[in-house]
């Protein structure tokens, strides 16, 4: 998650601009199901509201009333996208996503503190117990999004952040659950963390922002990269030659919704049903057959993160 832990002047302004614009239309079907393997349901239905109930003819009608998580999993299903894992940020989204997995089919959780959100808590510790307690129940099936952020969080909290870090990668052992990285502006420490603490056995890293050398590092060391809409964006090349770069059995796609909509409706609210356009973007990047595409993110996903 990006916008979310901005500093509050955007904050407003993203809000704001959310609020004013519409989802996009249901964009066409994918040929094989797939998954979103890192969305925030809780996020996106509060700030964004809920997304299109598809007509028979594949465009967006009313939005259906009662369980807005309900509706956000349908419209996905409608496009092929018939599997989502909900991502905690902190105790109390953690908590929301281990609970709706309980009682949504098609949703898995994973449960952390964001490396944004670590600096800010009055007892870290207390957090990190909480977390670990999330971690046992089955329907949770990663530790994340934990990682480094050197873009919102200063010097004066990197260490914070890097305890942080180093906590959730021992919580992810234990449990033997996928570990799901948070990593902006922090390529290298991610790294050094990992291989300082020897890295659990699945390590994803969520909405990858690196170029085509970091993905290679990432890569030999046997991580998953997921890819967001932002691989669709026009200014994204060196990010479609990180693309172009992982083995189709190493990649993932993601929404990281509400936020990073992908092309042609950057700026408007995302959601798990846009997926179809990013995996389209990555079909072409990687000069992938869309079925094959289809099939390898959905195998990995379950390898990832197990049978829904």
Same mark, same amino acid.
């Given at each position: 998650?990006?916008?979310?832990?901005? +500093?509050? $002047?955007?904050?407003?302004?993203?809000?704001?601009?959310?609020?004013?614009?519409?989802?996009?239309?249901?964009? +066409?079907?994918?040929?094989?199901?797939?998954?979103?393997?890192? !969305?925030?349901?809780? %996020?996106?239905?509060?700030?964004?509201?809920?997304?299109?109930?598809?007509?028979?003819?594949?465009?967006?009608?009313?939005?259906?009333?009662?369980?807005?998580?309900?509706?956000?999993?349908?419209?996905?299903?409608?496009?092929?996208?018939?599997?989502?894992?909900?991502?905690?940020?902190?105790?109390?989204?953690? &908590?929301?996503?281990?609970?709706?997995?309980? !009682?949504?089919?098609?949703?898995?959780?994973?449960?952390?503190?964001?490396?944004?959100?670590?600096?800010?808590?009055?007892?870290?510790?207390?957090?990190?117990?909480? %977390?670990?307690?999330?971690?046992?129940?089955? &329907?949770?099936?990663?530790?994340?999004? $934990?990682?480094?952020?050197?873009?919102? !969080?200063?010097?004066?909290?990197?260490?914070?952040?890097?305890?942080?870090?180093?906590?959730?990668?021992?919580?992810?052992?234990?449990?033997?659950?996928?570990?799901?990285?948070?990593? &902006?502006?922090?390529?290298?420490?991610?790294?050094?963390?990992?291989?300082?603490?020897?890295?659990?056995?699945?390590?994803?890293?969520?909405?990858?922002?690196?170029?085509?050398?970091?993905?290679?590092?990432?890569?030999?060391?046997?991580?998953?990269?997921?890819?967001?809409?932002?691989?669709?964006?026009?200014?994204?090349?060196?990010?479609?030659?990180?693309?172009?770069? $992982?083995?189709?059995?190493?990649?993932?796609? +993601?929404?990281?919704?509400?936020?990073?909509?992908?092309?042609?409706?950057?700026?408007?609210?995302?959601?798990?049903?846009?997926?179809?356009? !990013?995996?389209?973007?990555?079909?072409? $990047?990687?000069?992938?057959?869309?079925?094959?595409?289809?099939?390898? %993110?959905?195998?990995?996903? +379950?390898?990832?993160?197990?049978?829904?």
């Amino acid at each position: 998650m990006l916008a979310a832990m901005s +500093e509050p $002047t955007e904050t407003r302004k993203q809000r704001a601009a959310r609020r004013a614009g519409e989802f996009p239309p249901v964009p +066409e079907p994918l040929p094989r199901p797939v998954l979103d393997s890192h !969305t925030h349901l809780d %996020i996106t239905v509060s700030e964004a509201g809920v997304p299109p109930r598809p007509r028979a003819d594949g465009e967006p009608g009313d939005g259906p009333p009662g369980d807005p998580v309900a509706a956000a999993v349908a419209v996905a299903a409608s496009v092929g996208v018939d599997r989502l894992v909900q991502v905690g940020v902190d105790v109390a989204s953690s &908590r929301w996503g281990a609970d709706v997995a309980e !009682t949504h089919p098609a949703v898995l959780a994973t449960v952390a503190l964001h490396p944004n959100e670590a600096p800010r808590l009055s007892d870290l510790d207390e957090a990190l117990r909480e %977390i670990e307690a999330l971690a046992a129940r089955d &329907r949770v099936r990663g530790i994340g999004e $934990t990682g480094m952020d050197f873009f919102r !969080t200063g010097e004066e909290g990197r260490a914070v952040q890097e305890e942080s870090f180093r906590a959730h990668v021992a919580i992810a052992k234990r449990y033997g659950k996928a570990l799901v990285v948070h990593d &902006r502006d922090a390529h290298a420490d991610v790294l050094r963390i990992l291989d300082d603490e020897g890295a659990p056995d699945t390590v994803v890293l969520h909405c990858f922002s690196g170029d085509a050398d970091f993905a290679r590092e990432c890569v030999r060391r046997g991580y998953l990269l997921s890819f967001a809409g932002t691989v669709t964006f026009g200014s994204a090349a060196a990010l479609r030659e990180a693309a172009a770069a $992982t083995p189709v059995g190493q990649l993932l796609v +993601e929404t990281d919704a509400p936020y990073l909509t992908p092309m042609p409706h950057r700026g408007r609210p995302n959601a798990s049903y846009l997926i179809p356009l !990013t995996v389209r973007s990555l079909a072409e $990047t990687t000069g992938t057959d869309l079925d094959e595409l289809c099939a390898a %993110i959905s195998a990995t996903g +379950e390898r990832v993160f197990g049978p829904w």
